[in-house]
C-alpha cells in the first residue's frame, strides 16, 4: 500500500508539479491576483479583478509556431488592469517553479484602444528585460531561471523595471520562461496580463525591436533548439538570447 502510494506521489508530482507559469502580480507593494489554472473558471472567468489573461494549464508548449505561444491557452482577455507609472517594477510571482535551464524573456505590445480586445498575435512585441546564465556553463552553471528560486517553499519573484520614458497606454505585458532542460525539446512557459501604463513618457521602440510572437522562436535558432548536455555546451560559458535587443526607453 504504501509503495502504491509513492508511486503515485512520483507520478504526479514528476508531471505536474514539475511544471508551472506567474499566476500573480505585484507592483509597488499592491497584489494582483491572475488566473489560477486549476481553480473553477466559474469563480475567475469575467471577474472584475482578473488581469490576466486566461491559462487553465500549467503544462509547456513545444511548437514555436502554435499561436498559443503568445498568452497561453485559451488566453482569453482579462476584464481589469494593472495599474503602473512607467518607471516602476513589476514583480511576477511563481509557486514550485522547479526549472532551471534557460532564458526568461520580459515582452510587452501596445494594445491600442483596450486590451480586451486585442489579439495577442497581432502584437509588436518588443523586450524590456531578458534573463540568461548568470556564470559558468551552459550545461552546469548557474542560470537566472535557477538563481530567482528560493529552493524553501516561498514563491519566487521576478522583478523588472517598465522603461520609464515608455508612452502611456494599455499594454500587455507577456512573462515568458523557455526551459532547456530536455536536448532538443524547448519548453515554452508564457503568460500575460493587462496594464494600464501612466506617467510622462513619450517613446515608443523603434522597428528593429519589434517582434512577432509566434514568429521570434524557431527550430533552426541553435539557441532554441539546443542539447545543453552536449560537448559545446559543457564547454560553452556564453548564451545569446534570440530575437530583438532589449528597449531599455
Ligand atoms: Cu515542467
Not at 508531471?15 to 502580480?25: E, L, R
Not at 481553480?39 to 475567475?44: F, L, V
Not at 552546469?140 to 531561471?145: L, M
Request: aromatic share 14%.
Amino acid at each position: 500500500m504504501t509503495l502504491i502510494f509513492l508511486f503515485i506521489t512520483t507520478v504526479f508530482f514528476s508531471t505536474v508539479v514539475a511544471h508551472g507559469g506567474t499566476s500573480n502580480y505585484t507592483v509597488n507593494g499592491v497584489w494582483y491576483r491572475g488566473y489560477a489554472p486549476y481553480d473553477s473558471p466559474e469563480s475567475q472567468d469575467g471577474q472584475p479583478w482578473l488581469i490576466q489573461r486566461k491559462w487553465i494549464s500549467i503544462n509547456p508548449i513545444f511548437e514555436p509556431g502554435n499561436i498559443s505561444i503568445a498568452c497561453n491557452y485559451p488566453g482569453d482577455p482579462a476584464p481589469a488592469s494593472i495599474p503602473i507609472t512607467a518607471g516602476d517594477n513589476i514583480t511576477a510571482v511563481y509557486y514550485d517553479w522547479l526549472h532551471t535551464v534557460g532564458p526568461m524573456v520580459v515582452w510587452m505590445a501596445d494594445c491600442g484602444e483596450s486590451c480586451a480586445t486585442f489579439h495577442a498575435t497581432n502584437g509588436k512585441w518588443f523586450k524590456i528585460a531578458q534573463e540568461g546564465l548568470i556564470n559558468g556553463t551552459i550545461t552546469e552553471g548557474i542560470w537566472f531561471q535557477r538563481a530567482f528560486q528560493e529552493w524553501d517553499g516561498s514563491p519566487s519573484l521576478w522583478t523588472e523595471t517598465i522603461p520609464a520614458s515608455l508612452k502611456p497606454g494599455n499594454y500587455l505585458i507577456r512573462h515568458e520562461i523557455i526551459s532547456l532542460h530536455i536536448a532538443n525539446k524547448p519548453q515554452w512557459y508564457p503568460e500575460c496580463a493587462h496594464l494600464t501604463v501612466k506617467g510622462t513618457g513619450t517613446k515608443v521602440p523603434e522597428e528593429q525591436y519589434y517582434a512577432k510572437i509566434p514568429g521570434v522562436w524557431s527550430m533552426n535558432q541553435p539557441e532554441i533548439n539546443i542539447d545543453v548536455y552536449s560537448n559545446q555546451s559543457r564547454a560553452s560559458t556564453t548564451y545569446n538570447i534570440p530575437g530583438p535587443p532589449v528597449w531599455k526607453g
